[in-house]
């Protein structure tokens, strides 16, 4: 088992900042592909980032690459994802999740509760 939870969101206004982390526990973190996922009110989860076990590769959903950044740190079982000039629409609850390797269809073995971002105009 891997527990998740995430933290760091809150109210922002458009063109600022925040960073988000994703604090783990349980079996060993680096063997894990973390990805962190939104879901807006009334759509669908979408993915919007990912990093490998190792954190050698990142992924990034079209509408935030550029803005955000996703990071980790092994050593202290945290997982970070940056997020420059938000947007209204990067309003959404974000959630962390841990896999063997990165679905970025969501289809990932552990997930946080998330936490809740809004960006205001």
């Known amino acids: 088992q891997v527990q998740l939870v995430e933290s760091g969101g809150g109210l922002v206004q458009a063109g600022g900042s925040l960073r988000l982390s994703c604090a783990a526990s349980?079996?060993?973190?680096?063997?894990?592909?973390v990805g962190w996922f939104r879901q807006a009110p009334g759509k669908d989860r979408e993915f919007v980032a990912g990093?490998?076990?190792?954190?050698?590769?990142?992924y990034y959903a079209d509408s935030v690459k550029g803005r955000f950044a996703i990071s980790r740190d092994n050593a202290k079982n945290t997982v970070y994802l940056q997020m420059n000039f938000l947007k209204p629409e990067d309003t959404a609850v974000y959630y962390c999740?841990?896999?063997?390797?990165?679905?970025?269809?969501?289809?990932?073995?552990?997930w946080g509760k998330g936490t809740l971002v809004t960006v205001s105009s």
């Open positions: 990093i490998s076990a190792s954190g050698g590769n990142t």
């Open positions: 999740a841990a896999n063997p390797t990165l679905r970025i269809d969501g289809a990932m073995a552990y």
């Open positions: 349980g079996r060993t973190f680096s063997n894990y592909a």
